[in-house]
């Protein structure tokens, strides 16, 4: 992806969220609007997103694991189940994640964020949220909330506002199309702005050069969104996971996981697919390059230049109150 | 950054209320055969338990008082049902429980809330959620799947559970040695 193209998704970004604030600002009740109103889609996922009762025993929201406070991963190598179920991967971040295709870290024909999210509400590969068979528990939980009941009907006119996994899927896509980030320093710099500072601008050359980081961490989202086997992967490894192979059923897949986007990166550790990496440090040295410790710093200096904190304290993702969107 | 203590492990937390209790991923305590034994600072974890029904609003909590020290097999109840003094921060869903309980402090310094499950802990002093120091799990097979620590002052406190996906849950406040 280039510059420009990231520049046209943050603004598409910005629009659908100015969107949903001018329409919800403006406390109107929109259940006469047009089918599909964005805005309403939006503000929809976004009260999904934070609730518990999309997992079977009410303990974990998407937020759970996508903490908007953690650039939307959780800071933990792999997050339990609902029920305690050990977990297999480590969290990606959200950030920019309507730009990304195809998701997650390991299976090639999850090509939209409307399949993706049945994954955790309902995967067995495994067990996250736990509702796999309970859509109509789903749709009853839900349903007995007024304002969901106001939020589908809006959002989804079209199907009457049916409250089931694919609408569900749907609202929950929408509200991570407006995850966007693109404030950091790189993209100040990028744009104009601001010069990196001497170490971080070293740091890029030598990312973007020696040290080869850019041929899979490519583009203005820094990874070519493609599955890769790092050189020193183990050929069992203590997890079971044998990355893209799990869905393709190919051996030549094993150990192939999806270049993660390096988008605040400082903020996501753990890092690796199985959150093996308690640094940015280690995280590079797992991928088989030998840096002098000063060459190591510059590009730690250039990662961190990728921090975009705004996103992670924005009023528009965090947890919706209790007052309905919708009249 | 992980420091082995006794066999269990803390993180040191971020110093923010953001990250008071951020679930861990810890041991399978379903692999287990048997209970272990514990350190000494979680002795009371491993001897008869207390029985306490958890309050549903924080002017009551009182009546649902955590001695230091000594494990209390906890009734909580539907999280509807619960009127929590702040927001939590992860509140759980509609089927999910939760509870509140008071425990005093003697003197002021570190102590830990020990749980059997991974729910959403907030330490309330004067109004306010206290930052968390340290969280973790505790040691294999004990029993004990969630650990978070803080440094609190001498007084009268609320703890807030939350998020729990079982109505009981065994819950134990200890100094931390």
């Known amino acids: 992806m280039t510059i420009k193209q990231a520049g046209t998704i943050k603004r598409a970004g910005r629009w659908v969220l100015a969107c949903a604030s001018l329409t919800l600002v403006a406390g109107v009740g929109v259940a006469g609007n047009t089918p599909g109103d964005p805005a309403v889609q939006v503000a929809l996922g976004r009260r999904l997103f934070h609730d518990g009762d999309l997992s079977v025993n009410g303990t974990l929201s998407c937020a759970t694991c996508h903490d908007p406070r953690h650039s939307f991963a959780d800071g933990v190598a792999a997050h339990p189940g609902a029920h305690g179920e050990p977990g297999l991967r480590n969290v990606p971040s959200l950030v920019n994640v309507g730009a990304f295709s195809p998701l997650t870290w390991g299976n090639a024909a999850l090509t939209s964020l409307e399949l993706q999210a049945l994954v955790p509400i309902a995967g067995e590969d495994p067990v996250e949220m736990g509702m796999k068979g309970r859509e109509a528990e789903l749709a009853r939980r839900l349903s007995a909330n007024p304002c969901y009941r106001k939020l589908f009907k809006a959002a989804y006119p079209q199907t009457r506002g049916r409250i089931d996994f694919a609408s569900t899927a749907a609202a929950l896509a929408a509200f991570q199309r407006t995850i966007v980030s693109h404030e950091a320093a790189w993209d100040r710099a990028a744009t104009g702005g601001p010069a990196l500072s001497a170490a971080a601008a070293r740091g890029e050359r030598l990312f973007r050069g020696s040290a080869g980081c850019a041929a899979c961490h490519a583009g203005g989202e820094f990874t070519d969104l493609s599955f890769h086997r790092l050189a020193g992967a183990p050929e069992a490894p203590a997890n079971g996971d044998f990355g893209l192979a799990r869905t393709s059923g190919r051996i030549e897949d094993r150990g192939r996981f999806r270049t993660p986007s390096l988008r605040n990166v400082a903020l996501t550790a753990p890092y690796l697919h199985d959150g093996s990496a308690g640094t940015v440090a280690e995280a590079i040295a797992r991928h088989g390059i030998a840096l002098d410790p000063a060459d190591l710093s510059a590009i730690t200096a250039f990662l961190d230049a990728l921090t975009d904190t705004a996103v992670t304290t924005d009023p528009r993702y965090a947890r919706p109150g209790p007052a309905c969107e919708v009249s | ?177």
């Not at chain 2, 008071?20 to 002795?43: K, R, T, W, Y």
Request: glycine share 12%; net charge positive; hydrophobic share 50%.
């Open chain 2, 1 to 177: 950054m992980l420091r082995n203590l006794g066999g269990f492990f803390l993180a040191l937390a971020i110093p923010s209320v953001g990250f008071a209790a951020e679930p861990m991923a810890g041991h399978d305590q379903a692999a287990c055969a048997a209970p272990a034994a514990v350190p000494a600072g979680l002795a009371g974890w491993s001897v008869a338990h207390a029985k306490v029904k958890a309050a549903v609003k924080p002017t009551v909590a009182g009546k649902a008082l955590l001695a230091q020290g000594v494990a209390a097999d906890a009734a909580l109840s539907p999280t509807p049902k619960v009127a929590y003094a702040i927001e939590p921060g992860k509140p759980g869903g509609s089927v999910s429980y939760g509870g509140l309980f008071a425990f005093d402090v003697v003197q002021a310094g570190r102590y830990r809330i020990a749980q059997s499950g991974r729910s959403w802990v907030d330490v309330v002093v004067d109004g306010k959620a206290v930052a968390s120091v340290a969280h973790g799990h505790g040691p294999d097979c004990s029993g004990i799947a969630k650990m978070v620590e803080y440094d609190l002052p001498a007084g009268h406190h609320l703890l807030q559970i939350a998020a729990n996906g079982e109505p009981g849950l065994t819950v134990m406040v200890a100094p931390v040695r």
